[in-house]
């Protein structure tokens, strides 16, 4: 089997799709997809949104500093694309998806109450890189949904049908393989 050989690019798929909430100071709040984000430091808790600066949450996030990842599910997918296609600045994105306001806990942006995960996230650097500008940022507090809780307290987060995105399509989260380390786990006798 050969291989085609592609233009440099981004093809580092598959990736979260998460629905970012941003406020300006005058408290408007907005939503836009993102799927260009990722964990950057476990220590302190850091991640990265990339954004393009012409979008409407932009200048919200470089006026306050702050934003919110929510994660998304497979009955959030609508919502995400929609999010993630219409701009804030022609409809209200959590009215139109019918979407929870739920105030934020460290930093004044809403979170989005049907998602399973919540990140407030302040804004320590911003790069500027080309096409898309990079918010470097520490997660200040993180919302985890109590319907995916067991008794013991565990947090089953695979539960909730995960969205990814991957070259175009929205995808939901399969079947577990393994877990971590279980490449190297002794069997037992």
Same mark, same amino acid.
């Given at each position: 089997?050969? *291989?085609?050989?592609?233009?440099?690019?981004?093809?580092?798929?598959?990736?979260?799709?998460?629905?970012?909430?941003?406020?300006? *100071?005058? !408290?408007?709040?907005?939503?836009?997809?993102? +799927? &260009?984000?990722?964990?950057?430091?476990?220590?302190?808790?850091?991640?990265?949104?990339?954004?393009?600066?012409?979008?409407?949450? #932009?200048?919200?996030?470089?006026?306050?500093?702050?934003? @919110?990842?929510?994660?998304?599910?497979?009955? /959030?997918?609508?919502?995400?694309?929609?999010?993630? =296609?219409?701009? !804030?600045?022609?409809?209200?994105? &959590?009215?139109?998806?019918?979407?929870?306001? @739920?105030?934020?806990? *460290? =930093?004044?942006?809403?979170?989005?109450?049907?998602?399973?995960?919540? /990140?407030?996230?302040?804004?320590?650097?911003?790069?500027?890189?080309?096409?898309?500008?990079?918010? %470097? +940022?520490?997660?200040?507090?993180?919302? +985890?949904?109590?319907? #995916?809780?067991?008794?013991?307290?565990?947090?089953? %987060?695979?539960? +909730? !049908? %995960?969205?990814? #995105?991957?070259? $175009?399509? #929205? /995808?939901?989260? $399969?079947?577990?393989? $393994?877990?971590? !380390?279980?490449?190297?786990?002794?069997?037992?006798?």
């Amino acid at each position: 089997m050969g *291989k085609q050989n592609f233009k440099p690019g981004n093809m580092l798929y598959p990736l979260p799709a998460v629905l970012v909430s941003t406020a300006d *100071k005058a !408290g408007n709040s907005n939503l836009l997809t993102i +799927a &260009w984000t990722g964990t950057v430091c476990s220590d302190p808790p850091m991640v990265s949104i990339s954004v393009r600066p012409e979008r409407f949450s #932009y200048h919200m996030i470089e006026e306050t500093g702050e934003f @919110v990842i929510n994660l998304t599910t497979e009955q /959030l997918c609508f919502a995400t694309d929609y999010c993630g =296609v219409k701009s !804030g600045r022609d409809v209200d994105k &959590w009215q139109e998806m019918k979407l929870t306001k @739920v105030p934020g806990e *460290k =930093v004044k942006v809403p979170m989005v109450k049907e998602s399973p995960v919540n /990140l407030e996230c302040r804004v320590t650097q911003k790069q500027e890189l080309g096409s898309h500008h990079m918010f %470097l +940022a520490e997660v200040v507090a993180v919302h +985890a949904d109590e319907s #995916y809780m067991d008794k013991q307290g565990r947090f089953h %987060l695979n539960d +909730a !049908g %995960l969205l990814v #995105y991957s070259h $175009g399509r #929205y /995808l939901s989260t $399969g079947r577990e393989l $393994g877990s971590f !380390g279980f490449s190297v786990k002794r069997k037992k006798r």
